[in-house]
Structures are given as C-alpha cells and as structure tokens.
C-alpha cells in the first residue's frame, strides 16, 4: 500500500492513510488546533487512563472541537473493571475511534501491568479489546511496541489477538519497551505484522518518520495500510499535508514557520495563559531545529521566562530562508 485517498477504519471514513500520533503533554487541546490546518487523515487525543476517566468527571484532556474531526481517543490501563465505563465515555462524548495503548514504555505506567507492560499478558490484551469492541459501535484500534525486549517479540502474536478481538487497526511502534524512544525503529518486524495481518485488520507503522522520503520508504519496504506520525509531526506539523501534496500531485502548503509558532502561541495564552512559556519551551526543542542560527532561537526560547520574552524573541529572529 502506498497513500491512499479515502481510507476507511471499518465504518469510519478518513481522508486518508497519514495518521498524526497521540503523544502525552504534546497533543494537548492548543497543539491539536494548530495541526488541524495540516490535514492529517486521522489525530488523537493524549492517552487517557480509564480508571480517572471513570472516577472523574473532568475530560479536559479529552476536550476537542468538531474541525478536528476525524479524531481519536486513547485508553490506557489493565484493569478489566473500568474498561466498558471507559469505552462507552469516549463513544458519548464523540469521538470517531477509541485506541488501546500497549505502548508506552513510562515506568510509572508499566508498574500496574499497563502500558507496553501488557505486551507481558496477551491474552489480558484480548479480554480488554473484546471489551471495548462489545461496548461501542465506533470502531477500536491497538498501538503497540514490538515486545518487552529483543527476546520477548510478541508483535506477531498480537496482530492475530487483535484480529480475534475484533480490533480494526493495529499500529506498531517497531521498538522494544526496553529500546525507549533511542535506536532505530526495526520496520522489518512490521513488515513481518504487515504479512500476518494479511487484510484482516488494518497495519499502520510507526517509528522513525520525520520527512516524506522516510514515509515513502516505509510504504515500499513494509507494505503497511497507512503510516503514523510521532515526533516528526513536533518538528514538521505539516508534514501530512506535504505527503498529502505530493501523492495527489497539489500544489504544497506555503509553510511560514514564523507564523506557525505564532499562531500555536496565540492558543497556548487561550488554553494555558502564564503558563503557555513552558508548553511553548517544550515545543520549540523539537520545533526550532535544522540550523546553527535557529539553534541560537531555540535557546533563547529555553531561557525565556515569559511569553512575551519569547514572542519579542521571535520577532527579532531573522526568518529569511527558514
Ligand atoms: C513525548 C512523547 C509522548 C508520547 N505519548 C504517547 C501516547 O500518549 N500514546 C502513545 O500511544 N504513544 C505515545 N508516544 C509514542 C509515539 O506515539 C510513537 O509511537 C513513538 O514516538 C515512535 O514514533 P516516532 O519515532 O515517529 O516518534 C509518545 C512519544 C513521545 C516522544
């Protein structure tokens, strides 16, 4: 599979097969405003744990408006209790597809079995999915890593669980929870999946995608349905919209980065008011890179200790040719 217009996750219909990531204290409320202008196929929310989802009644985390649909929602936690309360909340409240995280490698999360530590216990994977699917009518996706470590992969064994649980789409982060977010991305392992799955659910790859010739290449080398996006979207937000370009021969995105750090300014002061500085630090570490002077902006921006410190900052940055 290569791009793909019109790409449909059962019953849910996306634009297409570019997917932008759930990425926790990045894809916040502020952040997701700016890349809708970007036409990703498909966004998602920051994970969410069930359990607080149930206890509280506060979905701020969960807060979206209706132009940034299609938009999913992430359910994180390994208690079997929670899971049909979890999953109908996130169907009412809206959303267009509930994922399950078997992810994330954070020891606080992988303590309680959760996270990338369900990658330990299929079959507790299979009970939640089955869960989820039997509770809602909007279709449901998995994301997980390879396996535990290299002698633990299980990716194979989960695409097939998946598949029994009657999961939709699986993305695989082609690393190891023990790998954490360093090495390469083993894409032959989702190549591997790819093969398994044959079509009866769909697989989205991930890991290592940070320009339009790294997704071409996992399209060619994997076979994958569709491809996702983590940290290349922090440093391009608009990455999509160049794959989208480029595939359906468009003209590309008149991209002013100045502007765009602008405009995710603006929505931070809305969301987060004094404290935008810090969100907006956070950001510019991945978003201010490529180049010795842009280097000399980003540390400045490090240092700053108020927005507008940091808005006076960028406007006396030369831009020309950035
Ligand atoms: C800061 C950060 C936060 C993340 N938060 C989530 C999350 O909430 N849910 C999830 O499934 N994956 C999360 N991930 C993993 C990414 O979605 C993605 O799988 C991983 O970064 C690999 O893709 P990449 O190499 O393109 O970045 C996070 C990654 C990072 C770096």
């Known amino acids: 599979m290569s791009f793909k217009k019109d790409f449909s996750i059962g019953s849910l219909k996306l634009p297409h097969n570019i997917i932008y990531a759930p990425l926790a204290e990045y894809t916040d409320f502020a952040y997701r405003r700016l890349i809708r202008n970007f036409h990703s196929g498909l966004m998602f929310c920051e994970m969410i744990k069930m359990e607080a989802l149930v206890r509280e009644k506060s979905t701020k985390l969960l807060k979206y408006t209706k132009n940034m649909l299609p938009i999913g929602a992430q359910l994180l936690g390994s208690n079997l209790s929670v899971v049909t309360d979890a999953a109908k909340k996130i169907e009412d409240l809206g959303f267009s597809l509930i994922d399950f995280n078997c992810g994330c490698p954070v020891q606080k999360v992988t303590k309680d079995g959760s996270g990338s ?7 507790l994977i ?21 396996g535990w470590d290299d002698n633990s992969i299980v990716a194979n064994e989960i695409v097939k669980i998946a598949i029994d649980a009657g999961a939709k789409m699986i993305t695989i982060h082609g690393r190891t929870r023990k790998q954490g977010y360093s090495g390469k991305a083993n894409w032959d392992f989702i190549e591997e999946c790819k093969q398994v799955a044959k079509n009866e659910i769909l697989v989205i790859g991930n890991g290592d995608l940070y320009t339009l010739e790294d997704v071409k290449t996992m399209f060619e080398s994997t076979n994958v349905d569709g491809v996702m996006i983590a940290r290349g979207m922090l440093a391009s937000p608009w990455l999509s919209s160049d794959i989208e370009s480029y595939f359906t021969k468009k003209d590309k995105l008149n991209i002013s980065r100045k502007k765009i750090i602008l405009k995710y300014i603006s929505y931070l002061i809305e969301e987060k008011k004094e404290k935008a500085v810090f969100d907006l630090r956070r950001i510019s570490g991945w978003f201010l890179r490529g180049g010795k002077d842009i280097k000399s902006l980003r540390v400045g921006i490090n240092g700053a200790t108020s927005i507008d410190e940091a808005i006076k900052l960028i406007d006396r940055f030369n831009w020309e040719n950035k």
């Open 126 to 146: 299979f009970e939640i999915l089955k869960k989820i699917v039997k509770a809602v009518n909007i279709p449901v996706s998995i994301k997980i890593r390879l």
């Open 117 to 123: 530590a369900m990658l330990k216990t299929p079959k």
